[in-house]
């Protein structure tokens, strides 16, 4: 797979957990690599630049000290990571959500992340990590069908179907017709991302680390993030 092109009139759609900022144990800890606020500052002058991220926008605005457009949720909340409000949900999502946390297995070391009214379950620091890994795949087979469980770097999370990060990126790429996107990121969830812009024209998508993918591009770790976009700057 070939490194990424530096794209001409670009639209920047930026992951944040893996992207922006390296993987931690504590999610309330993943703060952005140093030379991210910078960067994403000067790209902000010059180009559109979303960050997207599954986190609520709140929670995201407390660990990122830069000013930027966001979705949040993975896609269920728009704003900024200074100012978004709560996202909405019709009562069957609200009650569904709330039945399911309330029935998390118990299992030591499991954190559960709050970011209401959704909220995603870490079991990177489970004794047993397997153990926990089926321990959850039992509990979300109990999800009612509009509910979908997202698996990322040892964590779970439910999402209504309707709300991908796909889906949000796409609806922001057909208002700017003029531009080319770039989404960067690292997890299962931007490969909805990746597969939405497939068939866009002059898209660029990268993923971050390894394993497979959709996008057409990929970059190893943030470090490599932040050298490509400092190259637009």
């Known amino acids: 797979m070939e490194s990424p092109p530096r794209v001409d009139a670009p639209i920047f759609f930026l992951d944040y957990d893996g992207t922006l900022a390296p ?3 504590d999610p309330d800890a993943a703060y952005p690599h140093p030379g991210v606020p910078g960067v994403v500052q000067k790209l902000r002058d010059r180009f559109p630049l979303w960050i997207v991220t599954g986190r609520d926008l709140r929670s995201l ?6 000013n930027a457009p966001a979705i949040g949720l993975h896609g269920a909340q728009r704003g900024s990571t200074n100012d978004a409000d709560p996202p909405t949900f019709n009562e069957d999502t609200l009650a569904a959500l ?3 946390q309330s029935n998390v297995p118990s299992v030591e070391g499991l954190h559960l992340e709050s970011k209401p009214p959704t909220f995603a379950v870490h079991y990177r620091q489970a004794r047993n990590p397997e153990d926990a890994q ?3 795949q039992a509990w979300v087979d109990t999800a009612p069908d509009f509910l979908e469980a997202i698996w990322g770097k040892k964590v779970v999370e439910l999402r209504h179907c309707e ?3 796909g889906r949000a990126v796409r609806d922001i790429a057909a208002d700017h017709p ?3 996107p770039v989404y960067i990121g690292d997890d299962v969830t931007d490969e909805d991302a990746f597969e939405a812009l497939a068939d866009v024209d002059g898209a660029c998508t990268i993923k971050v ?3 497979d993918t959709a996008a057409q591009h990929r970059l ?5 993030v932040v050298a490509y976009l400092e190259g637009y700057v």
């Open 178 to 180: 003029d531009r080319h």
């Open 134 to 136: 089926r321990r959850l």
């Open 23 to 25: 993987i931690v144990d």
């Open 220 to 224: 190893p770790d943030v470090d490599a």
């Open 98 to 100: 709330s039945r399911m």
């Open 209 to 211: 680390g390894s394993g």
């Open 61 to 66: 605005g407390r660990l990122f000290p830069a």
């Open 163 to 165: 709300h991908t990060k």
